[in-house]
């Protein structure tokens, strides 16, 4: 079946530190892939997409590009601020039939000033 | 702003209750969905609706049921509750049946507890 692997957390960095939080998938097919981010006590909000390969999407200096080849979707930003302390979930879903979204286990950051 | 609204931030219920999480969603979308949230887990998908009085099951449906009357409203019941069902619970919608490339949009979840 479908599935999203992400690196086990958490990832701690000091602020203005570059990050990448990485994200591979397995699916049949060519999903459209996703970022999610998840703030201490919210829901999950829709950080970026990309739904074919080569595409880049970005958002909040967050991005991250749909790689085919390596079937990746690392999210990467290069100054990270304590503001982007949360879980961040890697998520595809199929361009056919109904599409579910498949979430990767989550990945926690925590930026020290 | 367009909201998924979850009835409860917290819930503390005892074991052998029902228990009905409610969701509501203010942007006409056809298509809603629960999900538990548990550490080292992610997000797994209890059921799912694409219409008024439709449902499927996800991928962990047991000890759960849903119901969707009005297309605004999905509700969650657990029949029966048990310790194993302490969790966090999170609602989400998303337009046009079958086309998902808009994202889910969430409401801020419901953690469950159950004694």
């Known amino acids: 079946g479908n599935s999203v692997t992400q690196m086990e957390g958490p990832v701690t960095l000091s602020e203005e530190a570059f990050l990448t939080i990485n994200c591979t998938y397995t699916?049949?097919?060519?999903?459209?892939l996703f970022w999610y981010v998840q703030y201490p006590g919210e829901g999950l909000q829709l950080l970026l997409k990309?739904?074919?390969?080569?595409d880049k999407g970005s958002n909040k200096g967050f991005e991250a590009t749909y790689r085919k080849e390596t079937t990746s979707f690392h999210l990467e930003k290069g100054s990270v601020q304590v503001s982007d302390s949360a879980v961040y979930f890697c998520?595809?879903?199929?361009?056919?039939?109904?599409?579910?979204?498949?979430f990767g286990t989550g990945t926690r950051l925590l930026v020290s000033p | 702003d367009v909201k998924v609204t979850q009835s409860s931030r917290y819930l503390v219920k005892r074991t052998g209750e029902k228990v009905f999480l409610e969701c509501v969603q203010d942007?006409?979308?056809?298509?809603m969905f629960w999900y538990r949230q548990d550490p080292g887990l992610g997000l797994r998908l209890i059921y799912f609706?694409?219409?008024?009085?439709?449902?499927e099951k996800g991928d962990i449906p047991e000890g759960y049921s849903v119901s969707r009357e009005k297309k605004e409203r999905f509700s969650l019941i657990l029949e029966s509750a048990s310790t194993n069902q302490t969790s966090m619970y999170l609602c989400?919608?998303?337009?046009?049946?079958?086309?998902?490339?808009?994202?889910?949009?969430f409401g801020s979840g419901t953690r469950l507890t159950v004694v």
């Open positions: 609706s694409y219409d008024v009085k439709m449902k």
């Open positions: 990309a739904t074919k390969a080569d």
């Open positions: 699916a049949t097919g060519y999903p459209s």
């Open positions: 998520a595809l879903s199929m361009n056919t039939g109904f599409q579910k979204l498949v």
């Open positions: 989400a919608s998303s337009p046009i049946p079958g086309q998902d490339t808009y994202g889910y949009t």
């Open positions: 942007m006409d979308h056809e298509n």
